[in-house]
Nanobody, 121 residues
């Protein structure tokens, strides 16, 4: 019954913005670190952003620092990834994730199914 469901993906032009949402159900999200990963064609899945259960500690991949922002609303059981100034190299399938250690996104317990983000003119 555990689910993470992404939404908000799509096609956007370079320099544009998208906001991804990930709704959780079947578990209490507030105890989990939440993260976003992505996988581009022909490449390994990589960590994009992670936020601790407290919401105070965040990490980002170097490639998205100052452009992407992770946030969470535990009342809504949802995590978000605000993506600004998008670049073609951001094109990938994006996955949300939850980690029960509450601090890191190193050993993910639950994965979303993924959602496509395409940045192209």
């Amino acid at each position: 019954q555990l689910q993470l469901v992404e939404s908000g993906g799509g096609l956007v032009q370079p320099g544009g913005s998208l906001r991804l949402s990930c709704a959780a159900s079947g578990f209490t999200l507030k105890y989990y670190a939440v993260g976003w990963f992505r996988q581009a064609p022909g490449k390994e899945r990589e960590a994009v952003a992670c936020m601790s259960a407290s919401g105070f500690n965040t990490t980002y991949a170097d490639s998205v620092k100052d452009r992407f922002t992770i946030s969470r609303d535990d009342t809504k059981m949802t995590t978000y990834l605000q993506m600004d100034n998008l670049k073609p190299e951001d094109t990938a399938i994006y996955y949300c994730a939850a980690d029960s250690d509450g601090s890191t996104c190193l050993l993910v317990d639950h994965w979303g199914r993924g959602i496509q983000v395409t940045v192209s003119s």
